[in-house]
């Protein structure tokens, strides 16, 4: 074992060592600010999109892999990257999760792809039941309407008027609907 000091040389550095030695330090010195400012416009801006994606936050947590913001939606940033956490589906029945991961298997795609294709087209023809059953309510409304005698007239033109926009509005979100679900 040496003694303490002997791995030193016994000479003093020169100063020019020393002026070197002190710009190097300068130098790592403004390439670490520079770096912790980055770090620290990333995580903001990363709590921002967070915020922003999960609503009002119960929890916010900055690590060096990214931020994670807890709200009534969780999200995690990691290097730019929005990743939301997997939803959990509560008594899901396994013979159609089996189904639905069979079809994913089938065509090449994830059980995620497929369910939300099943979940669109579950609402876009719910969405089309109720439209249409409206469209009967208003179709109703306007025949009731129509008999002569139970309204007078200025009102029973306010209301054709009023039944018949909302009818057509309702037809045109139909076809809409129909269009969307044609051309899938």
Do not use: C, W
């Not at 403004?30 to 967070?50: C, D």
């Not at 900055?62 to 509560?90: A, Q, T, W």
């Not at 189904?99 to 994830?110: D, L, P």
């Amino acid at each position: 074992m040496s003694e303490p000091g002997e791995d030193f040389p016994e000479e003093e550095p020169e100063v020019e060592e020393y002026e070197e030695l002190s710009r190097a330090i300068k130098r790592l010195t403004g390439e670490i600010e520079s770096m912790v400012e980055s770090i620290a416009r990333a995580v903001e801006e990363g709590v921002a999109r967070g915020l922003s994606r999960a609503g009002r936050p119960r929890m916010i947590m900055v690590s060096p892999l990214g931020v994670r913001v807890e709200g009534p939606e969780r999200v995690e940033i990691r290097r730019g990257e929005i990743l939301r956490r997997p939803v959990p589906i509560r008594r899901l029945d396994r013979a159609l999760y089996s189904r639905i991961k069979e079809i994913a298997e089938s065509t090449g795609r994830t059980v995620g792809e497929v369910m939300n294709e099943a979940m669109e087209f579950y609402l876009r023809h719910r969405d089309l039941a109720y439209l249409e059953s409206l469209r009967e309510r208003l179709l109703a409304k306007l025949q009731e309407v129509g008999v002569p005698g139970i309204l007078e007239d200025d009102v029973r033109e306010i209301l054709v008027r009023e039944y018949s926009e909302r009818l057509k509005e309702v037809k045109e979100e139909i076809e809409r609907l129909k269009r969307e679900a044609g051309g899938e």
